[in-house]
């Protein structure tokens, strides 16, 4: 009767239907479901960063659907932030597809869902001529050849029952319907009719019925192609953006994201994989999102600025408060005027050493472990001076502009590795470097696999590897018979991963699972679905692992602490285990003439693991150690 009651919403003051979805249909009003997507917001924002970056305007509506880098880059399944084709079955099944025009992005959009799934196989056989193409019928080829003879979407089952069985469309679209319900009575009521309608159209009875049948087994799940087209212009549209501005991509990808740690270390991740530099944060250069930075020197491709909201610990009025002023004041030039200009009030003690942990006053004194440690005397300095402004008694002496240096208590540099745990609490992840990165050719050496590597390995078929990891965390759990297991977190360069380690193999390695231990790890995996389950089969330390791989080693010493050292090989080599197994290492001894160096090799073989380098380098005898 088209009459439907309305009531007005209190929280919205929308007219809300007393009607249900299926009511208000049934009364005559269209229904419309609205999603919002975030991946509309990633297109946006990428947009803007690449008309702000490089002065391009990227039309999205108006771009052509056969952009050649976009579909290359499809081909090779480098899908990471592309909507819908991101999932590791979708991109094994594009690596094999090969995708080459608009259509085929349908069909996976489509086909990629329990059901449909086992289409997948069919459909890129026919599209690479591995597989006859059936159309089952040639009344039905018009209908059937963009999809290669493969049954995929709703509406063409309603051209076929319109085509082949004389329904009407409307006829057609319940009968579309009545499959989806599959109510015997009425299906071969249906059935009867569309045989019927084939006869009368010169179709053998047992070729329709066969054809009603099959029909009818696709329509249960086919998709409306509408929505899959709508969806598969986002992926094209977020593929394109990929492929032809990568650094703009990821940017925007991370600033929608950067509530997301493991979103965040993984477009990391792949930017790095590109050649994108990751750019910390920093107080100059950086702001509440995710910025691109142009090319520098003889790189083709920008850099990726880190947030300064996407910190921990870091509130957004605190991070409007930093860019607001640098806005409207101009660069912090000092770690003093950093303190004289910024509003105390939205920072505190945490949030400034998450600052300086995270590099962002690298521009203003890059020893953090200094930032850190008198985050009590920038704070304090920051006080001071919104107290004056408060009270107005700035300016007494014309100093404005000028503020005082900041006494700052001397504090010792952190080593690389020091430097890079307090930059994964700062920002969750590694982001300037991995502790694995100077275990490179020991790692090499044992044959052991970045995870990445693995995971692929066992999308081919692989069951077990070893991989080699920093202990991110480990959580214990009770089993119903009351043993102990643990989920324990490790990170690489490639990412992170999780594995279940049990009973037996819990109490063997517990020490080893200390947040920040870097470690071997045996593993046993196996696919289950789009995800790959681990279990550790056993725990190794590294550093003991890679002391037997012999390292040849050349110590720099520095000019100045040598002259102030009377015995300066003798202050080294106390820090170095004599082995037979262990490798060479060569001294290289500034000389008094400022122009001249005698190097040599130390009598007898040494072990130093890369965590003991880092330690003898950090020596203020030792300038540099070289891997030879």
């Not at 319940?174 to 009425?186: F, H, I, T, V, Y």
């Not at 790189?299 to 509130?315: Q, V």
């Not at 007898?604 to 150690?625: F, K, M, N, Q, T």
């Amino acid at each position: 009767e088209e009459l439907v009651p309305l009531y007005r919403d209190p929280k919205s003051n929308f007219p809300i239907t007393q009607y249900n979805w299926k009511m208000v249909e049934a009364a005559g009003l269209v229904k419309f479901d609205f999603l919002g997507l975030k991946t509309l917001t990633v297109l946006e924002k990428a947009v803007q960063l690449i008309k702000r970056v490089r002065g391009i305007t990227v039309d999205l509506p108006s771009l052509p659907l056969d952009d050649k880098a976009a579909y290359e880059m499809l081909a090779k399944a480098d899908t990471a932030g592309v909507f819908q084709l991101e999932s590791t079955g979708m991109r094994e099944s594009l690596k094999r597809l090969k995708p080459d025009r608009f259509e085929d992005i349908i069909a996976m959009v489509a086909l990629y869902r329990p059901g449909p799934m086992d289409n997948i196989p069919t459909y890129i056989n026919r599209k690479h001529g591995e597989e006859p193409v059936d159309y089952l019928h040639p009344m039905l080829e018009g209908i059937l050849k963009e999809t290669y003879g493969v049954i995929i979407y709703q509406e063409q089952v309603i051209q076929i029952a319109q085509v082949m069985g004389g329904y009407t469309l409307g006829q057609a679209d319940m009968l579309r319907r009545a499959m989806g319900k599959k109510d015997k009575a009425e299906m071969a009521k249906q059935q009867a009719r569309f045989v019927e309608g084939a006869v009368s159209k010169g179709v053998k009875k047992e070729e329709a019925a066969y054809i009603f049948e099959l029909v009818d087994k696709f329509a249960g799940y086919g998709f409306n192609k509408s929505h899959a087209a709508a969806y598969a212009l986002v992926s094209y549209h977020t593929a394109y953006l990929k492929a032809n501005f990568r650094e703009e991509f990821f940017a925007a990808s991370m600033t929608l994201d950067m509530g997301n740690t493991d979103k965040l270390a993984m477009f990391a991740s792949e930017a790095r994989k590109s050649g994108i530099r990751m750019l910390p944060p920093c107080v100059n250069n950086s702001g509440v999102d995710f910025g691109v930075e142009p090319p520098a020197g003889e790189s083709k491709l920008g850099s990726i600025r880190y947030s300064l909201a996407a910190l921990k610990n870091i509130g957004a009025s605190a991070v409007e408060t930093i860019v607001n002023e640098r806005n409207s004041g101009g660069l912090y030039e000092s770690l003093a005027d950093f303190a004289s200009r910024v509003d105390a009030k939205a920072l505190n003690k945490r949030a400034l050493e998450t600052l300086a942990k995270g590099g962002a006053f690298d521009s203003l004194n890059s020893n953090r472990a200094l930032v850190t440690a008198n985050a009590d005397t920038i704070l304090a300095s920051a006080q001071r001076r919104t107290a004056d402004e408060a009270q107005g008694t700035t300016d007494l002496f014309g100093t404005a502009g000028k503020p005082a240096d900041l006494v700052l208590r001397a504090t010792q540099s952190w080593t690389a590795m020091e430097k890079l745990s307090e930059e994964f609490q700062a920002i969750g992840f590694y982001l300037s470097g991995h502790p694995l990165d100077q275990y490179d050719r020991v790692l090499k050496k044992l044959g052991i696999k970045k995870f990445s590597e693995f995971e692929a390995l066992v999308q081919r078929g692989a069951t077990a590897g070893r991989l080699a990891g920093i202990v991110i965390a480990a959580r214990e759990r009770r089993s119903q018979k009351g043993n102990k297991f643990a989920f324990a977190t490790f990170s690489d360069a490639t990412g992170q991963f999780e594995a279940v380690i049990f009973s037996d193999t819990l109490a063997a390695s517990r020490d080893l699972l200390e947040p920040g231990t870097p470690v071997i790890v045996s593993v046993e995996a196996e696919r289950d679905g789009e995800t790959m389950k681990m279990r550790v089969q056993s725990l190794e330390e590294l550093d003991k692992a890679a002391s037997a791989v012999p390292r040849n080693l050349k110590l720099v010493l520095d000019r100045k602490s040598v002259v102030a050292n009377v015995a300066p090989v003798s202050e080294v080599s106390k820090y170095l285990r004599p082995n037979a197994r262990g490798g060479e290492i060569r001294i290289v001894l500034p000389l008094e003439d400022r122009n001249r160096e005698m190097e040599f090799v130390l009598a007898g073989r040494y072990d130093v693991s890369p965590r003991e380098a880092i330690r003898i380098e950090a020596l203020p005898i030792v300038a540099e150690i070289i891997e030879i």
